[in-house]
Structure formats: structure tokens, C-alpha cells
């Protein structure tokens, strides 16, 4: 508190604002205080807030009444140390219990973190979030040992982002009321795990968990009556998974086993009768991953599928045995994929599509193409040709948001192997729907969107969003060729951007 506290007297001495100091009539005090406090709130930051008790001794403690406070980049751990003491010094009845902290600091330490946490813990009933703001690292050698986690009995959400600092979990105490965590960044230490402490008996009102860069997960179990929400990402180095969630409606695991383990050694166990909601996009092997039943399950995501590339290779197995388990599923979402050297360089490369022999059932699919400049045509038709009861398809091209321009590959390529797709039949009678989503305008582009209106014959509606790199000009030009391709009765809509982020509708002029 006594970096607050200097700015405070600095200005105060400034200002000359002191009671009976010859200054005109301090109307403003004389507001009651849930005005004042509004209008404090309004100020974006405690710090800001505080520095108002220049003002008048009626402002001097107000600060301290603010249900929220916000440290950011002007912050450092000290302020909020001082902060937080100062609230934990008045009387309980004066403080009342805080409905939000939010903590940006530029640079954190396990001890400045061990400082404010507990009394940030006795204080909060609501929602805290912290950042690290340093830069990430993979490990921190600059600090050394691990900061405990206190528990917060009465908080509600709690996000931390802590930049690969070390973190060790409380080995006791319930936090009864969380229903939202998410770890972001960390090294885990000591013998309490995250999926112990995320149980039902240490957290019975949790209902999302996000996991994200988290490391040292190793054996990650939770038994969870009241989960609705499971996600962990890119948290590499787990070893086995056990998953037992009832209520549990949506699962997410993105590059998380060890990739040091063979294919049998990556064990998971999920036991989620509710399921809806599957994006494994990670190892999978049928005899070591176990899904139990999945009755409800509607929607599917897998890893991405290398189209031409080495023989045996272990992303393309992982997704053909996943796809092969499934018999129906209402959504699939799919991600093909190019590499983006030169074909050359993988040696001898191969066409990898002929491995996929079977999708699920579905009505609609989600196809995510990261092209590389190369020609996908023939991969899309081999997905296609698999989904004759398609209803609707979404294509969404990958994009890079520094709009770096794509270099289309060399004449000759294998990526235009097989042809067939070019000019064999194909049927997609329930096909009435197509979106399209950062259409380049490349002739790849549009030998794909020329197919599509000729195999969907059902086909009512298609909407095609633009590149943002896509100027108004080309897109008049690009919307006349394609509207060429289309049929009598097709409602065609295009979409441009404006200033990069703003999506609007687009009229191509008769």
C-alpha cells in the first residue's frame, strides 16, 4: 500500500485540497456513496481510484468500498500487497467482500504472488483473474521454488496466466463455490495434482476446466459429479488420462500425451455418458484410449490429416482410427493439411488420402483446409465422396493474419494427383447448404467452388466470405465468375472486410 499511499500525499500536497484551506465548496463530496463509487469505478484502475482521497477526507477510504479492483501495466506487487492489506485492516463491516480482482503485472515472482494471494483469498467472492505479463519462457530459471496456491473458499472463476512460474496446488481445503478455473502457462508442482484438486470433493459447484501450456500434468484423474467442460491443450508430457463426469458435455484434448511414449503407453480412460461435444485432436490408439458409451455424442474433431506425405505417418493413423470408431455422428470437423516446404524435400512422397476409407455418418461437416499454396481438390473430393448424406458443409481456408500472400507451387506438382476428381461424377443429393469462409480467389478456389454447384444438386444456398486481403474491386470480379458457375434458384451471398475485421455483406453491381 505505500506506493499508493505516496502518490496519494504527493498530490495531496499539490493540490491544496484540505478541509478548510480557503477552496470553494466541495459539492462533490456531498453526493451519496453509490455515486461516488460509480463514479470512482469509472476511473479503470485502483490505483486511479485511490489517489482520489486528495480530494477530501470523505474520499479517503472510499477507494476501499469499490466491489472491483483492477491492477494493470502501472501496477507493481507491491501495490497490490498494499491494496489488499489496507482492505484486510478495516473493520469487516466497512470492506465489504470483493465482487472482482483482476491483476496485469509486467513481472511476477513466487513470493510477491505468496505476499497477496491468502488475502486475496479471504477477501474474494467473485471472479479473479491474473497475468503475467512477462515474457514466456519455457521455464523460468530466473525464479526459483514454487508459490502455493491458497484456497478460495468463497471465489466463483479464477484465470490464471503465470508465464511458466511455478505453481503447487493446496493439498487441502474446498472450494466450494468455483464454478470456472483456467491455468494458463504453468509448471506444476508438488503431490497434489490438478485433477485432485478439481474433484468433486474439493470443488463440487466446478463446472468448466481449462487447461492450457500446463507442465508436469503426468497422470491426470478426475472424478467430477457437477463438470460440464473439460479442456486441455498443449500441455505436453501427459502419460495417462482418467475421466469420470457424468454430467460432462464437452471434452477437448489438443497435443497433450508425451510424445516420448509409444502409441499402447498413452492410456486414457473416459467415462462421459453425456458426452456432445469430442475434439481429440491428439495420440489415439483403439487398444489403449477408452471411450466408454457415448450415446448423445453429436459433434467430432480430429487431429489434421497430412494429404501427401511419408508412409506410416502417425497423425494420419491417429485420425483414421478415431474416424473408424465412430458410426454416427451429427458434426465432423476435419482438418487437411500441406505441407508447407517444397513436395521434394519430404523424399518420396506419397498420396495419403487412400488411408481414409470411412467417416461417421454425418449431416455436417467442417472442412478446415491448410493448403500451402497447392492444389486440394482432389483431397476435398475424396472426403466428399464418403459423405453422399451431407446436408450442410462449411469450407474455411486457412489464414494467416499478417495476410502474408500464399506462393503457389511449382507447374507439375503431385499435389494436382490424382486428376479423377476434375471430371468424375459425384451425387450430393441432400446437400442444400455450403459456406464458405477467406476464399482467396485463386484458381484452385474456384475449380473446387465450380465442382461443389455441379455435385450438389439440391443445393439452395451458398454463402462465400472473402479474404480479408480481398478488395472490393476483385471481389466484383471474383463474384461474377462465380456467379457463373451457379444455377437458377441458388441464393449466392458474399461477405468482404472492411478495415481487416469488420464482416459485411457485399451486392456485386449488375
Sequence with gaps: MEHIQGETETAAKRAKLSAGGGGSEDRLSALPDDVLLHILSDLGTT????????????????????????????ANPDSVHGALAALEAMAHEEAPPLRSLIVFLSHASPDSLAAWLPIAARRLAGVLTFVDMAPRNDAREDEKGAFELPCFEKATAMSFDLGFLSLALPPSGVFSRLTDLSLDGVQLHGPCGIGEA??????????????????????????????????LKKSCGLQQLTIVAPALKKLTLFFC??????????????????????????????????FGKMAHLEWLGTAFFLVYGPDGYAHNRDCVMLLRHFEVVHTLSLVLAYMSEDIEDLGEPHYLMEDMTRLPNITFLTLLLIPNGHSFGASSFHVLR???????????????LDLEVETACASGCICDQPPNWKIEELVLNRLQEVEITYLRGTEHDFALVKRLFTWATALQTMTITFH???????????????????????????????????????????
Excluded at 509409444?262 to 480412460?269: I, L
Excluded at 464418403?386 to 494467416?400: A, E
Design 47 to 74: 490505483s486511479a481510484a485511490a489517489r482520489t482521497s486528495v480530494l477530501s477526507r470523505r474520499w479517503r477510504r472510499l477507494w476501499a468500498l469499490l466491489p472491483d479492483l483492477h491492477f494493470f501495466w502501472d
Design 198 to 231: 478439481a474433484s468433486s470433493s474439493r470443488c463440487p459447484s466446478l463446472r468448466r476446466l481449462t487447461i492450457c501450456n500446463a507442465q508436469g500434468l503426468g497422470n491426470f484423474t478426475i472424478h467430477s459429479e457437477s463438470l460440464l467442460e473439460i479442456q
Design 468 to 510: 480479408r486481403s480481398i478488395t472490393e474491386s476483385m471481389a466484383k470480379e471474383f463474384c461474377q465468375k462465380i456467379l457463373g458457375f451457379s444455377k437458377p434458384g441458388i441464393c449466392v451471398e458474399f461477405y468482404v472486410y472492411h478495415f481487416l475485421w469488420k464482416k459485411v455483406l457485399y451486392v456485386p453491381e449488375n
Design 257 to 290: 500425451f508425451s510424445i516420448d511414449l509409444n502409441p499402447s503407453q498413452q492410456v486414457a480412460d473416459i467415462a462421459a455418458p453425456q458426452l456432445v461435444s469430442l475434439e481429440w485432436r491428439d495420440a489415439y490408439d483403439p487398444s489403449s484410449v477408452q
Design 386 to 400: 464418403m459423405c453422399t448424406g451431407l446436408r450442410k458443409l462449411m469450407l474455411i481456408f486457412h489464414t494467416h
